[in-house]
């Protein structure tokens, strides 16, 4: 029997990762295994020097390493899902928004369908309008890349709900209003998982 697969979408500064970890607290406290899949994952350097500004990749090559670094972790991520809930902070889904901007989204979905992928369950697209995602990126850290760049993030944005409305890759999609409260989106996630 395998366990739900959850994927938590949305651009930079929606909330992922402290919805992650709201989730894995959740299921853990109804003592169940829980794994998160993070991506990019740390064996993806040259993906990090590219967002930090200390390396430059072109589109393709930038789309390429994003597709290795998924793709290198299909068979873990079967594995993991035979024996816990699985909960990935992004998957294949942002490789398609991010890579498709600037008008190449039909052409990234035609790339990744060419690629074996694990469905998920449930995807959780965290909508945040970009302003919002900008001033909170910018009261953690210094920006990205990609989060300093507003037209991107917009595009990217427009990707996502191109993306949901498709159903991309997944029967179930949920759109979940990340401009509440932290603790308003938790609820709407759980109702989401509940349903």
């Known amino acids: 029997m395998a366990y739900p697969f959850i994927v938590l979408e949305g651009i930079d500064g929606c909330g992922k990762g402290e919805q992650a970890r709201e989730l894995e607290r959740a299921i853990r406290k109804k003592r169940q295994p829980f794994v998160l ?9 040259g993906v990090r020097r590219h967002l930090e ?26 594995q993991d899902r035979q024996k816990a809930w699985v909960v990935a902070d992004r998957y294949c889904i942002s490789t398609a928004a991010y890579q498709g901007a600037g008008g190449r989204l039909e052409e990234r979905i035609s790339q990744l369908e060419k690629y074996e992928w694990v469905k998920p369950d449930l995807v959780l697209w965290l909508d945040l309008p970009v302003e ?7 009261a953690q850290k210094s920006p990205d890349r990609h989060e300093a760049d507003r037209a991107f993030l917009e595009d990217v944005r427009t990707n996502f709900d191109a993306l949901y409305r498709r159903k991309f890759l997944c029967s179930k999609y949920v759109r ?14 759980r109702a989401a998982i509940e349903q």
Do not use: N
């Open 176 to 189: 979940v209003d990340a401009s509440q409260t932290p603790s308003r989106v938790a609820a709407d996630i």
């Open 37 to 45: 899949h993070k991506y990019p994952t740390d064996a993806a350097q």
């Open 132 to 138: 919002e995602a900008m001033k909170r990126k910018a």
């Open 53 to 78: 500004g200390k390396g430059s990749l072109d589109a393709d090559a930038l789309f390429a390493a994003f597709v290795d670094d998924l793709q290198s972790r299909q068979a873990q991520l079967e």
